[in-house]
């Protein structure tokens, strides 16, 4: 499993998740999106999405307050096997985009947004 600590999140930003699944992959990869709040706060429950081979998918939301969230945190398992790029945009940018083909997370911090 491979760990990567990305830029920062600002608050309230629009994010899309996206994994495309290679036509040759072996099977449905598991992408999950979650929250590690900050103490006694409340975030967003984790959303999740499975890929078939050849498939894309994604997730799209509004990154939770600074107040109330520490990091996003995001899985793509995968089995032997199976490949694929998993991307992240924040606010239409492209800041993270890499073709995988093993279980990986990312983590970001969530900052305050620039006023």
Known sequence: ??????????????????FSN???STGVVLV????????GESVPDPRQMTVAPGAS???TGTVPDFARARRMVIVAALDAGES???ELLVEGRLPSNKS??????WQMLVEVAEH
Not at 1 to 7: F, Q, V
Not at 100 to 105: A, G, K, N
């Open 22 to 24: 290679r036509v040759g």
């Open 32 to 39: 999950v999106l979650g929250w590690v709040p900050k103490q």
């Open 57 to 59: 998918g994604e997730l």
């Open 84 to 86: 694929g790029r998993l």
């Open 100 to 105: 995988i083909s093993r279980t990986t997370t």
């Open 1 to 18: 499993m491979t760990t990567a600590i990305l830029d920062p999140v600002p608050e309230r930003s629009g994010y899309t998740v996206r």
